[in-house]
């Protein structure tokens, strides 16, 4: 039989981290909810009376306020107590979850107290005032200064010996004592606060402390943590993540695959692109991934080998983890193109594109348990890659990444200038005579976009590419406009000169 590790212990610093974040994520709810019932039932007019006759005897103690306030010492022992993220989860959901039921009684219990007005003064004052602020007003029944306390104690005790339960034990009904000595709440606030700490503390732990719920957990978590990345680097991820969790709430289960998918397939590209720095070669690290994506033996723990295993183990059908592989297989060959300074023919590059978004989309599409295919709307995924090429095209050609036809680089260099220097490029005649062609042609790419798209009504997923052809109609409208005004200039020219892509 294993010793019982200490009660208390120095977590190490990347677990100390993320259970701090968890203590002040928790910390910032009970404010949002404890607060805010207390705000709303300032509009009540009166409440019931809980107290009972003997409760009016009870001496009012100024000094037991240093033992109410104490319960934040007794919270904060959960970082040296729960040393790691897994084990703090249950006991933070079930504060959480007592905030919340305690807010519901709150405003549908509203209960009136029958203490007199208290006045203090002396060397006990700015305790007591401290802990008449920590409660806040009307918010009684039941007392969550008692359910946090008693469910301090029976966490903590669980995790020690009789020692640990009876000195935690004895915190928690001193705790509950003060809350009678300073007149903050009555007997029933007590025992109803007791009662949910017991109730909730075996719910949440038998649930919380799964493998499975918590593996789930830290899955959502890594999603949300790249999402964040994500919108830090541009804006429109923050709207993609926004679309993505909006979608996603109806369903939440069931659509884990598509937020696990567009995480894993985005950080992979973001690590390709360089812009998320990794440890040595890019390619050295995507065909390690690969092994294990074409493998299914996935022995790794980190986020995109577990966002990976996620998202191909919930796609539903070998085509579909067919196109995925593929999928990062194309996204590989810019990265070999950047280091081999590879230029591509125009339709070369088209062609390129085109299988990119055709995978893409169509993962999407499948994803979404939709009836359209991304084939059937060719049109908007060549205005996909329009807009991709021209949207990044300066981020690009600063990463090496060249995205122009090589016959515009050729014709850019004859003129004695760089193609691989935005400035050169769209200065030059040749880059700016490529950059109008490319504007007028997807202008008729999206209008016959538009006449396949109305061809597809009444199929479930056209408003999804609708959406995109929407998007991709704003960037060629106004947003590129804005960064070319040379473009409004020629808005009539739609195709090169003779004899060019």
Known sequence: MSARPPLLGWPRRDELVLTGAMALGFSLFFLLVYGGASAVTGFYTGGVHVELPFERHIPFVPAWAAVYVSMDVLLLLSLLVFRTWREMVPFVLALCLETVVGAACFLVLPVEVAWPPREVSGSWASVFFLADTMNLERNYLPSLHVAFACTAALAYGERGGWLARSLFGLWAAAIAASTLLIHEHHLADLVAGALLAWGTWRFVLAR????????????????????????????????????????????????????TGFCFLQLVDDVLDGDRPIPGEPLAWVDALLVQVETGHWSGTDVASTLGREFLTGLEGEGARADAVRLVRIMRRDRERVLHRQELEAEALRAHHRDTFLLSVGLMLHVAGVDVRASDAPSLLEAFGWCSTLRDLHEDLRKGLLNVPAEVTRAVRAEGLDPLRYEDLVSSVAGRAWLVAEHGRARALLDQSAVELAGLEGRSGVALLRLFHRSIEGFWAKRLPRKLPFLREAAGVSSWPSGAP
């Open 208 to 259: 919380a402390s799964r493998s499975d719920f918590l593996e789930t957990l830290r899955v959502e978590a890594l999603c949300a943590r790249e999402l964040y990345h994500f919108s830090r680097r541009h804006p429109r991820y923050l709207l993609i993540a926004l679309g993505l969790y909006r979608y996603s709430l109806p369903r939440w289960r069931a659509t884990r695959v598509a937020r």
